[in-house]
């Protein structure tokens, strides 16, 4: 008898402690190069930890819907949620994301300044850093020389001009300029700030109101028209990342001012037909070079709704080690860890000989200003290429479709900025920020 | 004769039209991402290869999501049968003067942006545990399909005689034996088109399985939401992931389709 009771005990153990060992979190992330990777080596942070991760994988925009709709109702379906130096400081002052305190090895201060201020409230970390991008000019070395012209390290809008013209008269089929002008917030409207922070604008003044109707944004985008118009790929109304990146990689692209991290796509032999060819420089400066290149992180960070916050955190520090950079690098070589977070990264000899857009990046990443600062004039909002407000995404999503309407050739420059300027100036009127 | 060549000829050119878009997803998903991109377009000058579907397969577990679609699509649609052919027969044989109105009714809430309600129906599910379930996803797409479903089985129920009713609950027939051994019989073609037709809605339905499920319920739709990829080249992975996705549906429309034709035109002449 007492050995049935004993043989019953050590199963009921033996299961609950099963239990307790298989601890499960879900990951909720977007399908970038750098995440689908990080899946690939989650065994290795089971076999560390005890602890299961289910992935969640989803597009961009439906991912942002789906976890803005989870968080706000506290749903608790994820545990980890990837999220955008955008969100991080809406949610995070909303109490919607938990602190993160990782233990001393971690080593925090380890962090690039520029992307831990933009993922910080008052000193207190609410996401961290698994991937941080910047915007720097790519372009192809052996065309800008051939055009008999040279590309400075940090050239103005107007070197771009005339660059992007000899090339696109000098090589049939090769257009100068590919510039984002697909319409959203993260797309053409996040490229058309910078553009018009290097004209001297900012999106709204220090009362909130719009100044899509100030001279600094008409200039900005009437030479962006006329850029594009003339040296650009037709349809480029159209084009975001990734239609750029075909461009870029099928060799019709003199130069492409875009993220930083698509560096490693476009020198990537499996990917690009002109690999060999490029080189890279930063964004360009109007008056000035205040905000011309942005600041992104796609980062990690633990909703407010998640019961397993202590496992969270234990995911969140093994993903954005030191640690996991050298994983990444032994499994996969060092020009395929995740850019843009770690200072020691960029302090590596290997990793700086290894990808030769390292310290272009670092660079664009160490100049992007997201602060109140950030911009010619001063203003009243956190970002470098967005307003970190909750309306800003309705607001940028619609003034940049007017922008890509006069991009198309349907409507003029003034005319959309007329109307973006309408259609701001309203829904901050609406949202109570002006009166 | 010359006039049979004539519209035949146009007939396949504009299937082919029609059908274009899934073999071009069909072809792209062979190709490597490069050659999917290219410019100008590749038909066939490229070299196939299987990769796509390998990197799918490895990253996937598809089996899991297409078993998760058609406990969906076909849960959903049987659940909608059964509450829609009890309400189609008492508004096709019992009217009253409301029975228009409240037709128009059931129609009117398929005229509501379904994001409307997102948020009441999030938290709905967050309380009673109903969040990336299956049974949860099925109650949702049954209700969203009901409309169509009560008003294609009320059009073909008007097409039957009352008359052969009135004789079945003459010789005392119950109502559940008037509906099921007599109206069901009856109109099996209208109710097996209805419910393909609803079984291909709630196969492709990407508002609310995106955003109720994530995990444990997720079907295809969001197994092809994961090859979009804001960063990078994907319409290689994401093709073949969408080809995956398709066929099955594909399949069971092409070997039905004699029955869907049928069905949907039943008692369209008279």
Sequence with gaps: MNIIRTAIASIITLFVSTIAIAETIKVATVNNGDMIRMQGLTNEFTSKTGINVEWVTLEENVLRQKVTTDITTKGGQFDVLTIGTYEVPIWGGKGWLNELNFSASYDVDDLLPAIRSGLSIDGKLYAAPFYGESSMIMYRKDLVAKAGMTMPQRPTWGEVYDIAKAITEGNDGVYGACLRGKPGWGEGGAFITTVANAFGGRWFDENWNPQMDSPEWNAAVSFYVDLLQNYGPPGASSNGFNENLALMNEGKCGMWIDATVAASFVTNPDQSKVHDKMAFAQAPCAVTCKGSNWLWAWSLAIPGGSKKVDAATKFIDWATSKDYLELVASKEGWANVPPGTRTSLYQNPTYLSEAPFAEMTLNAINTADPSFNGTLKKKPYMGVQFAAIPEFQGIATSVSQQISSALAGKITVEKALKNAQKIAAKEMKKAGYTK | ?270
């Design chain 2, 1 to 270: 004769m010359k006039k049979k060549i004539i519209i035949t000829f146009f007939a396949w050119l504009f299937s082919l039209l029609i059908f274009f878009p899934i073999l071009w997803m069909i072809i792209t998903s062979f190709k490597t991402e490069i050659d999917a991109v290219a410019i100008p377009p590749l038909f066939f000058s490229f070299e196939p290869t299987l990769e796509n579907y390998g990197i799918v397969q490895e990253r996937s577990n598809y089996l899991k999501f297409a078993q998760n679609s058609v406990i969906i699509s076909f849960g959903s649609s049987i659940l909608g049968l059964v509450l829609s052919i009890p309400i189609a027969w008492s508004m096709a044989f019992h009217p009253t003067k409301r029975t228009k109105g409240t037709l128009l009714w059931i129609l009117s809430t398929k005229m509501m942006p379904p994001v409307g309600v997102l948020i009441p129906i999030y938290l709905i599910f967050r309380d009673f545990s109903l969040l990336d379930t299956q049974l949860g996803i099925v109650i949702v797409l049954c209700f969203v399909n009901l409309p169509i479903m009560i008003w294609l089985l009320y059009s073909y129920f008007k097409e039957i005689p009352n008359e052969i009713l009135e004789a079945v609950r003459i010789d005392g027939a119950s109502t559940l034996q008037e509906i099921l051994y007599v109206l069901v019989p009856l109109s099996l073609p209208g109710i097996a088109s209805t419910s393909l037709l609803c079984i291909v809605l709630a196969w492709n339905e990407a508002f609310w399985t995106l955003n109720l499920t994530s995990i444990d319920a997720a079907p295809l739709t969001t197994f092809i939401a994961s090859y979009s990829s804001p960063e990078g080249l994907f319409y290689a992975k994401l093709s073949a992931a969408s080809t995956l996705s398709v066929l099955p549906v594909l399949f069971l429309g092409w070997f039905t389709q004699k029955q869907l034709v049928r069905g949907l035109t039943f008692g369209a002449v008279k």
